[in-house]
């Protein structure tokens, strides 16, 4: 079975940069892949989303920092945060939709104030 598997989460301080990567671990077809994430208290929430098409949608909170990119050819879907804020605080999660939807383990970002 394809696993989505992420990298590249940590501690940074506001204003710094992070990206993170989602690697599946095999070929698969999709119709979208995202980025979501998990506050502590908060619902999980869309952050953005790319279509195999190369459409990108945002969470308004995120627009203008953060940027969802993808190379088909290695199977890797990222996203470059810059200005980060203490509250992108969560635990950002891969998505891959297509026949079947899947999920990353998830991987820590700490913003620090």
């Known amino acids: 079975q394809v696993q989505l598997v992420e990298s590249g989460g940590g501690l940074v301080q506001a204003g710094g940069s992070l990206r993170l990567s989602c690697a599946a671990s095999g070929s698969i077809f999709f119709v979208a892949m995202g980025w979501y994430r998990r506050a502590p208290g908060k619902q999980r929430e869309l952050v953005a989303q790319?279509?195999?098409?190369?459409?990108?949608d945002y969470v308004d909170s995120v627009k203008g920092r953060f940027t969802i990119s993808s190379d088909n050819a290695k199977n890797t879907v990222y996203l470059q945060m810059n200005s980060l804020k203490p509250e992108d605080t969560a635990v950002y999660y891969c998505?891959?939709?297509?026949?079947?939807?899947?999920w990353g383990q998830g991987t820590q970002v700490t913003v620090s104030s």
């Open positions: 790319i279509t195999s098409g190369g459409r990108t």
């Open positions: 998505n891959a939709k297509g026949f079947s939807e899947l």
